[in-house]
């Protein structure tokens, strides 16, 4: 046989896992000797770890995310055999020893016919490198090969050995292992310690912002003053004042009790917290979820949020959960039967009688065999922000980010690091950013006053969320413009479908909404006695965050009261109602419908532009399609007046556009109740 010459590449730089490099990975395990078993669920150690990307790193070290062969310094010959998508010619083999490297005896490559080339035969010189990316050269860069087999002696190096990857490159030059990096993550970035009235000397993690940014909850640990004492934890929050952040203040009771307590999400207005744990009537705890709502007097006791099927493996009960801001989402780190490994991402959702479903795996381009936890949902509900042990990282746990691509909340991008500005050789996770998209909080040991301190960095546009606006204000009756207890429904103009749906209660504070930008919206409130005058909300040609005030007002049903439909409206100079109309006139229909008696006379107008006469005539059939529509809904012809006005009656100057578009308006009075 011919003698193979090697090389061996070991790289310690690094920066981000390099993608663009001419690598194709093994994809399909053909068969193995043997494999580590830590437990009966998971994949942990596996010899599907050997498939896909790297997860490992220089300076290298042991991982579940790569094959343990089961028997450790033996003299048993261990192989495995992998296959690729594209079978291709290849100019080097490469092959990841993250641990304990120099067990490789023999490789050989396979077409797909089965021939077999030898790529190594005698082995390689063991290093005192814990681990190696191991580039042998093809002696035949003709062969198309279709499989790898690997074949290696654990006795050559003591205790067990890992491969964490195979592939074959078509470079000649060796292949270089990064870390996969977001792109253009900057290379420095100034963490704020959010300072003393916030951090202390004991533990403080677990950052929850508000969606306004102005209040700030966490957990904190190891501090005396906890109800529990320094051996559990308690929820404290503190409020932005100016630049500072005031005192933090304990949650006190029923929020915290003697066990341990934990803040996972918080929904858009403020009013609910989502808490770890089912608290007990006793004062205990057991594992699960519950969630705290704000009234008048203070946030009430925790209830439980059912979640179905609900268990946790992990005897030590770690566990973390986030919502989605439309309340509807429930994404958990637990680790079940299916995990891949430690723990898992799953998703659950709120079905109709508010409990949540069975939680479902979030797939393997999230989940390794190692530990992911810490997931926050960003307000766009698409960027999804977790730590992971498993993907390659600077640490002992780095954040990554990941975005959804469909509804299933299965199907994700694959997941890039943060970047060594943001990730330290540390554990890094429990990221939170407020609706502004402008600064991320964060828990980190790195520069702390003790043990985990909460810093804050700007967030550089690569990482930022999907840009919303924040929707807040009151309900008020139109007549009295004192509050109403109500719920506030908001649609997408173009097709009227649903967006959300919140209550609004004065004693508790304003309704908030987050609406993604790039749309138009209906808002309305829904009483009965009252008739809802919609506000429309127009973010289509907004590209950043905005804050914006409305109220919204309802109009007490009696007679005499005149309501301007603002969102009647036709193609220009025709009297064709467009689909935008519909759910105003629908609303009309409802009313009168329930009213059986009631009686309403129906105004077009129009502004000045044009012949005075044609304006009229528009005006007039215009009132007469609304009245079509509303017989069609079964409303009785008599009970229907109408009258056009034309340009007679403006309520705004006609001199420009903006103003003259307030004349062309369609009204309705309530004759009779």
Not at 568 to 582: D, G, H, R, T
Request: proline share 5%.
């Amino acid at each position: 046989m011919t003698k193979i010459t090697c090389w061996l590449y070991c790289f310690l730089g690094f920066v981000g896992l390099c993608r663009a490099q001419e690598v194709q990975w093994a994809s399909k395990l053909q068969g193995f000797s043997s494999e580590y078993i830590k437990e009966s669920t998971g994949k942990e150690y596996r010899a599907v770890q050997v498939l896909g990307y790297p997860n490992s790193i220089p300076p290298f070290g042991e991982t579940a995310c790569a094959w343990s062969p089961y028997n450790a310094d033996s003299n048993v010959e261990e192989w495995i055999k992998v296959g690729f998508d594209s079978p291709q010619k290849a100019r080097q083999i490469v092959i990841v020893e993250n641990f304990n490297q120099g067990c490789i005896t023999k490789v050989f490559a396979y077409d797909a016919a089965g021939k077999e080339v030898s790529v190594l035969d005698n082995g390689m010189p063991v290093l005192s490198d814990v681990g190696r990316v191991l580039s042998l050269n093809m002696p035949d860069t003709t062969f198309v090969v279709s499989s790898i087999k690997v074949v290696l002696n654990p006795i050559r190096v003591k205790g067990y050995n890992q491969i964490d990857a195979i592939g074959l490159n078509t470079s000649s030059k060796p292949f270089e292992l990064k870390i996969n990096v977001y792109k253009d993550a900057p290379k420095e970035i100034i963490k704020e310690n959010l300072g003393v009235g916030v951090n202390s000397k004991a533990q403080e993690v677990a950052p929850v912002i508000s969606p306004d940014g102005k209040t700030i909850f966490f957990t904190r640990g190891k501090f005396e003053k906890n109800i529990g004492g320094a051996e559990n934890q308690d929820v404290w929050f503190s409020t932005r004042q100016g630049e500072l952040w005031g005192e933090a203040q304990n949650m006190g009771s029923p929020i915290n009790n003697a066990d341990n307590n934990a803040i996972v999400s918080i929904s858009p207005d403020g009013k609910t917290l989502y808490l770890m744990n089912v608290y007990r009537p006793d004062g205990t705890m057991t594992f699960g979820l519950s969630k705290s709502t704000r009234s008048k007097s203070g946030w009430n006791a925790p209830v439980e949020c059912k979640i179905e099927d609900i268990y946790n493996l992990d005897k030590r009960n770690n566990t973390e959960f986030a919502l989605s801001p439309k309340g509807n989402v429930l994404v958990m780190s637990v680790k079940r039967q299916d995990t891949n490994g430690d723990r898992d991402l799953y998703v659950s959702f709120l079905k109709s009688d508010g409990t949540w479903s069975k939680p479902l795996n979030m797939g393997s381009v999230i989940n390794t065999a190692d530990v992911e936890s810490a997931p926050f949902i960003a307000t766009d509900n698409k960027t999804l922000y977790f730590t992971s042990y498993g993907h390659a990282g600077y640490g002992g746990g780095d954040i990554f980010i990941t975005r959804r691509l469909d509804e299933s909340w299965t199907k994700w991008s694959q997941p890039e690091n943060l970047g060594p500005a943001i990730n330290t050789p540390q554990w890094d996770g429990f990221l939170s950013i407020p609706a502004s998209g402008d600064y991320a909080y964060v828990s980190s040991m790195q520069n702390s006053m003790g043990g985990e301190d909460i810093f804050r960095f700007k967030v550089y546009s690569a990482i930022r969320p999907e840009p919303v606006a924040m929707i807040s204000g009151s309900v008020l009756d139109a007549d009295t413009k004192k509050p109403v207890t109500t719920e506030v429904v908001t649609n997408l103009m173009k097709d009227n479908s649903n967006v959300s749906k919140v209550e609004y209660d004065p004693e508790t504070g304003e309704y908030k909404i987050l609406l993604p930008v790039q749309e138009s919206y209906r808002l309305s409130a829904v009483k009965d006695g009252f008739f809802p005058l919609d506000e429309i909300v127009d973010l289509s040609k907004d590209k950043r965050y905005r804050d914006i005030k409305r109220n919204i007002l309802l109009v007490p049903i009696k007679e005499g009261k005149k309501i301007t439909l603002n969102t009647v409206v036709f193609e220009q100079s025709k009297f064709e109602l467009v689909p935008q109309s519909l759910p105003d006139l629908d609303r009309i229909a409802e009313m009168m419908n329930k009213y059986t008696n009631m009686e309403i006379l129906v105004e077009g107008h129009t502004d000045n532009q044009g012949d005075f006469n044609l304006n009229m005539e528009l005006s007039d059939n215009r009132v007469k399609e609304v009245k079509k529509y509303l017989m069609g809904k079964g409303i009785a012809e008599p009970r229907i007046q109408i009258k056009g006005w034309g340009s007679t009656k403006p309520v705004a100057s006609n001199e420009i556009e903006e103003t003259r578009k307030r004349n062309r308006r369609v009204e309705f009075t309530i004759l009779k109740v």
